[in-house]
């Protein structure tokens, strides 16, 4: 763990979560590894319980830093699988000329539509067809795949 905690590339939340552990190893109790840390009570417990609760299984199974490591946070699952993302992005970098849409490019509510007509997904606003392709910055050949409909 030591080594774990003066490894260059070693994200500092593990670092953190390292150091409760080793205090917690030198028989420190919760409280003072908060104050000597600065972190918070229910971190310490929370890294304390967990490194306890998985103290069974083997280092060969499951590596001390994989067991310093956030856990998977919920939320809601992508309506959007990436298949059809990516047939979205594959009409986004096709003209709209090529689906007889009468514009020199794609706007969101265009592209939304068009999304809808081919089946891609049953249902998408514009603004969130929008929303997808200028984060992903899809260019056509030498126009931008998007354009702001407010401009």
């Known amino acids: 763990m030591e080594k774990l905690i003066k490894g260059h590339n070693t994200g500092q939340q593990i670092v953190l979560r390292a150091r409760i552990i ?4 030198r028989g420190k109790n919760n409280s003072q590894i908060g104050c000597e840390l600065g ?4 971190m310490v417990r929370l ?3 967990r490194w306890l609760l998985l103290q069974p299984l083997k280092l060969t199974d499951l590596s001390i830093e994989e067991r310093l490591e956030d856990l998977p946070r919920p939320g809601a699952p992508a309506r959007i699988t990436a298949d059809q993302r990516c047939q979205i ?4 970098c096709e003209p709209p000329e090529a689906s007889d849409r009468p514009i020199s490019q ?3 509510r265009e592209i939304a539509d068009e999304i809808m007509k081919r089946g891609i997904v049953a ?3 514009a603004r969130h067809a929008g ?3 200028k984060r992903g910055g899809y260019q056509t050949a030498s126009n931008p795949v998007l354009v702001d409909a407010w401009r």
Do not use: P
């Open 22 to 25: 080793l205090a917690a190893g």
């Open 39 to 42: 972190v918070s009570l229910d």
């Open 47 to 49: 890294w304390r319980g």
């Open 89 to 92: 992005e594959q009409l986004a």
């Open 106 to 108: 794609w706007t969101g």
């Open 123 to 125: 249902e998408i606003s």
């Open 131 to 133: 929303r997808l392709l």
